[in-house]
């Protein structure tokens, strides 16, 4: 967080604001983050966590806890339905390093009214030291729609 605005993020980041007027289903961008508690500060959650900034997004320590958000917006009502499904995935230089299978979205959501629902989730990071992508891709069987978000991290040893 920089002090002198109260702004938090990075310079080289991206927020995505969906077009949710014309009422497709839309993810929001993805927020990645570590276990640490809110109300420590930043000295502090570097230490405890090994989270850092680096090359435009965050590092993380090799067995430490990713925790991801994100919203869904304007699924399909339609509960005669299956109802829609979540996918986590890392990948690293273009290849699967995991897959969380498809489950429920129910199962990962914190909270949900007529025109969102917020999913979240964690990862257990042991993986080599190296750059990679999360991707996370939400199926709604009834409206017949898929959308996907990434974001980039890193995993220092």
Do not use: C
Request: proline fraction near 3%.
């Amino acid at each position: 967080m920089d002090q002198a605005s109260e702004k938090i993020g990075v310079s080289t980041g991206w927020v995505e604001v969906p077009d949710l007027k014309r009422g497709k289903m839309a993810l929001s961008s993805i927020i990645i983050g570590d276990e640490t508690s809110a109300s420590v500060d930043e000295a502090e959650i570097a230490r405890l966590s090994g989270l850092s900034l680096e090359r435009g997004f965050k590092i993380y320590r090799r067995g430490s806890r990713l925790v991801y958000s994100l919203m869904a917006y304007n699924l399909s009502a339609n509960h005669n339905r299956a109802e829609p499904v979540i996918q986590t995935e890392i990948f690293q230089d273009g290849t699967a390093v995991f897959n969380s299978g498809w489950s429920a979205l129910a199962s990962r959501t914190l909270s949900k009214d007529e025109k969102r629902t917020e999913a979240a989730g964690q990862l257990n990071l042991a993986l080599q030291p190296g750059a990679y992508e999360l991707r996370i891709t939400v199926k709604d069987p009834g409206s017949k729609q898929t959308a996907q978000k990434t974001i980039m991290f890193g995993v220092d040893g």
